[in-house]
């Protein structure tokens, strides 16, 4: 591990009101460093050699390299950190940092804290960095965006309604009678251009023939997901005989990162154009920290992408370490051709 001694913090701990600043306490962290097989660095701000009390000895340590003085004019605390960021060490300190938490974030995953008991140093422990809020759903809204970058229509709506199955049934019903009113995708209205009214459905006879053009994606999040596959039969029904359709719906269950519980969306795609395979799988570069959270739910980032794109099969997701990629909440996205689709194409 890679330490950064914050020399200034440590040679002022337990310092007495109006005497100087301690070497000794430099020298406390140095010995347990070193007896933990350390590497590390003394930093210390330009004025700190005129608070210390053994100058002589500490203007020697600076001299000889062994301390480094932060340049005339630099603010120390932001060059520490600065460089414990490129060098991904952790800052021995007590400090807490507070005026450059926006520029450095999770300081205190980075900060071990300690204190000095009968001239013994005492290092504590960092604490974990903090999930950044709505990573996956980062992730997956850069990959939607890659997509439509690329020609693919996707369906990014965020409308949800209360989960249960009978609601998910009225809502695929219902939507059909609120296309004219609502902002609706283009697939959408084109399913909706292909079938008679709500209120004609409700006038037609029993022996009229009339079939379902699309496949119904119920988005849902995964606390949901046993609930909505088990009921997915009834809902099919009920909305064929509702609408007086001689073919049932396609349900499509899917897993959804933008979905919170107890809550659901519907994505409706016309048959002729869901697809049997995703046109691309996705890499996802990221920080070491957040590498195993990403891995975890990289199914369901497949999932949330396949439903939103009206893909029968799920893209295969590799997430990947990137050393550039250095802060909680960093990462890249990478597309690559489906190899089933392009020999499907060749």
């Known amino acids: 591990m890679k330490v950064i001694i914050d020399a200034a913090n440590v040679a002022h701990f337990q310092k007495e009101e109006g005497s100087k600043a301690k070497l000794k306490n430099i020298t406390l962290a140095v010995k347990v460093l070193e007896q933990a097989n350390h590497d590390f660095l003394i930093i210390a701000d330009a004025s700190l050699r005129h608070n210390i009390d053994d ?90 965006n890659e ?58 006879v029993d022996d009229v023939e009339t079939s379902v053009p699309y496949v119904i994606f119920v988005l849902v999040h995964p606390k949901d997901y046993k609930a909505a596959v088990k009921d997915a039969g009834n809902i099919s029904v009920t909305v064929a005989d509702r609408l007086r359709l001689v073919h049932k719906p396609l349900i499509a269950v899917r897993n959804d990162l933008f979905i919170k519980p107890g809550y659901f969306g519907l994505n409706i795609v016309l048959t002729d154009e869901v697809e049997d395979n995703p046109p691309y799988n996705i890499e996802i570069q990221t920080n070491t920290y957040d590498e195993v959270f990403i891995k975890k739910n990289s199914r369901n980032i497949a999932s949330t992408i396949a439903g939103r794109l009206g893909s029968w099969k799920f893209p295969f997701v590799s997430v990947k370490p990137n050393m550039i990629l250095e802060k909680p909440g960093e990462f890249e996205i990478y597309l690559e051709k489906n190899s089933k689709k392009k020999k499907e194409n060749d």
């Not at 932001?78 to 960021?85: C, F, K, Q, V």
């Not at 450059?100 to 422990?125: A, C, H, Q, T, Y």
């Not at 219902?174 to 283009?186: A, F, N, P, T």
């Open 55 to 144: 100058k002589e000895t500490f203007v020697k340590l600076v001299d000889d390299g062994i301390i480094d003085e932060v340049p005339v004019g630099t603010i120390a605390d932001h060059y520490i950190l600065d460089l414990a960021y490129e060098e991904d060490a952790k800052v021995l300190s007590n400090d807490k940092f507070r005026d450059f938490m926006s520029e450095f974030p999770d300081i205190n995953s980075i900060r071990i804290p300690f204190s000095i008991n009968d001239n013994e140093l005492v290092m504590g422990k960092t604490k974990k960095p903090k999930k950044v809020k709505n990573l996956l759903q980062n992730i997956c809204d850069e990959t939607l």
């Open 147 to 204: 997509l439509e970058r690329k020609r693919w229509v996707v369906y990014k709506g965020k409308e949800t309604t209360k989960f249960t199955p009978l609601n998910i049934a009225k809502q695929a019903i219902l939507l059909l009678d609120q296309s004219e009113h609502d902002d609706v995708s283009s697939k959408i209205e084109g399913i909706f251009s292909r079938l008679p009214m709500f209120d004609k459905v409700m006038e037609m």
